[in-house]
């Protein structure tokens, strides 16, 4: 890779199923924040997906894709100065152990063997958060207008095999931009609103034998769990043929309940019943973060059963507003359904452009550089008599209590 080529930033989303990879090209003049705390978008030069159970290890199939890359005359001499991977689980030192393919991921190693000045690893929800400030608006479904405001918090929850949540803050004078902070709160307390999801949680509780989480509601396996409670709630209401297929499918469980909630009762109830849970936690969530830059929903349960969500008075919608004393609150939340499938790539991209401006920006001074100045001020002070050593280190330690106090005073204003 020539040093003269213009800098390419790697971005990668790598789940449990697949790996995803994508080249941009990014100018260095595009690459700053805008005032919205979206950045620039940049011109993908090469992607491809891979399937991982064809690999043995991760870094397998990174040195395939970047083989591919080079295939290609127009890719030969791009310099990947930064890369940007969204990971499926926990990130720690930026490396992540994949426990279901074995796989270890390490940033350190990815930048020794291919040269890459700096690889990072986020939560793949994390990204999803990022990648929300790269939305258009076509790219979402409003559910509820709400009042938007600049710079205010945004969150994000999407049920798919699981059930994420994110968060995205910006400082509140105004200067910097949105950053995500991925949560574990899909693994807090399942709450039952009425009676029929009181026996849904005791059922639940018997079957995990204790503690239940809203994930064990709100996700594709959750509505898998909802329908084992209802045959067994309803056992004459029970479509054999239908349920035999369901009962079978283990992990594609999900994907049958959603095809058969048109012409199988016990289907339907299920659907119903997660929606209203979704929308309940979607509430909490609002309640929580007070997003008025937006509450977002997404992934794959909403976008394969759309109609359940966006109709009128839907039972989602109804169940997030249905705070009591609070309902009106929820009823000023923008909420939204992200109509785009490809978050965790964007958002990696968003972290990995910011990555690159910061590698060509000019460097500032170090915190050394800082020390070295504070030292000649000592040094030069003991070379008078004590009481003109007093007094100027009382005089340079008073303006390190303003300038403190200002600037401390600055950002709570």
């Known amino acids: 890779m020539e040093e003269s080529a213009p800098?390419?930033?790697?971005?990668?989303?790598?789940?449990?199923?697949?790996?995803?990879?994508?080249?941009?090209?990014?100018?260095?003049?595009?690459?700053?924040?805008?005032?919205?705390?979206?950045?620039?978008?940049?011109?993908?030069?090469?992607?491809?997906?891979?399937?991982?159970?064809?690999?043995?290890?991760?870094?397998?199939?990174?040195?395939?894709?970047?083989?591919?890359?080079?295939?290609?005359?127009?890719?030969?001499?791009?310099?990947?100065?930064?890369?940007?991977?969204?990971?499926?689980?926990?990130?720690?030192?930026d490396a992540v152990t994949f426990t279901n393919l074995g796989w270890f991921i390490c940033g350190r190693e990815i930048e020794l063997e291919f040269g890459i000045e700096r690889v990072?690893?986020?939560?793949?929800?994390?990204?999803?958060?990022?990648?929300?400030?790269?939305?258009?608006?076509?790219?979402?479904?409003?559910?509820?207008?709400?009042?938007?405001?600049?710079?205010?918090?945004?969150?994000?929850?999407?049920?798919?095999?699981?059930?994420?949540?994110?968060?995205?803050?910006?400082?509140?004078?105004?200067?910097?931009?949105?950053?995500?902070?991925?949560?574990?709160?899909?693994?807090?307390?399942?709450?039952p609103r009425n009676e029929l999801e009181a026996e849904l949680l005791r059922f639940l509780q018997q079957k995990f034998k204790g503690r239940v989480s809203v994930e064990r509601v709100v996700s594709g396996k959750g509505l898998r769990n909802i329908y084992e409670f209802l045959r067994e709630k309803y056992p004459d209401r029970i479509i054999k043929q239908k349920d035999d297929t369901i009962m079978n499918a283990e992990s594609e469980a999900a994907r049958f309940i959603s095809q058969f909630k048109?012409?199988?009762?016990?289907c339907q109830t299920a659907m119903e019943l997660m929606v209203r849970?979704?929308?309940?936690?979607?509430?909490?969530?609002?309640?929580?973060?007070?997003?008025?830059?937006?509450?977002?929903?997404?992934?794959?349960?909403?976008?394969?059963?759309?109609?359940?969500?966006?109709?009128?008075?839907?039972?989602?919608?109804?169940?997030?507003?249905?705070?009591?004393?609070?309902?009106?609150?929820?009823?000023q939340i923008p909420v939204k359904i992200v109509l785009v499938e490809d978050l965790g790539m964007k958002g990696a991209r968003v972290v990995g452009a910011r990555m690159l401006a910061a590698a060509t920006a000019p460097v500032a001074p170090s915190a050394s550089d800082t020390a070295g100045a504070a030292n000649f001020v000592r040094s030069h002070a003991h070379s008078h008599d004590d009481e003109e050593n007093l007094g100027l280190l009382f005089f340079v330690g008073s303006l390190a209590l303003v300038y403190t106090t200002a600037w401390y005073l600055k950002g709570r204003l």
């Open 7 to 93: 800098p390419v930033l790697l971005a990668g989303d790598i789940g449990g199923t697949n790996s995803r990879f994508a080249l941009f090209e990014a100018p260095i003049e595009h690459l700053e924040d805008n005032q919205n705390g979206k950045i620039a978008s940049q011109t993908c030069i090469f992607h491809k997906n891979f399937k991982n159970e064809k690999f043995g290890t991760f870094m397998d199939v990174l040195r395939e894709f970047l083989h591919e890359t080079m295939t290609h005359a127009h890719l030969q001499s791009v310099r990947i100065l930064v890369g940007c991977l969204a990971v499926a689980g926990p990130v720690k030192d």
């Open 120 to 191: 990072r690893l986020i939560n793949d929800f994390a990204a999803v958060g990022y990648g929300l400030l790269t939305l258009e608006p076509n790219q979402v479904e409003v559910l509820q207008e709400g009042i938007n405001a600049v710079n205010a918090p945004i969150a994000c929850l999407g049920a798919g095999t699981g059930l994420g949540e994110v968060f995205l803050c910006h400082p509140p004078d105004g200067v910097g931009r949105y950053e995500a902070y991925p949560s574990e709160g899909g693994h807090k307390e399942y709450p």
């Open 262 to 266: 048109f012409d199988y009762p016990l």
């Open 277 to 331: 849970a979704y929308g309940a936690e979607a509430g909490n969530l609002a309640l929580q973060f007070m997003p008025f830059g937006g509450l977002y929903i997404t992934q794959g349960i909403v976008l394969k059963n759309l109609e359940m969500f966006t109709a009128k008075n839907s039972s989602f919608m109804q169940s997030f507003r249905d705070k009591g004393r609070v309902s009106a609150f929820t009823s």
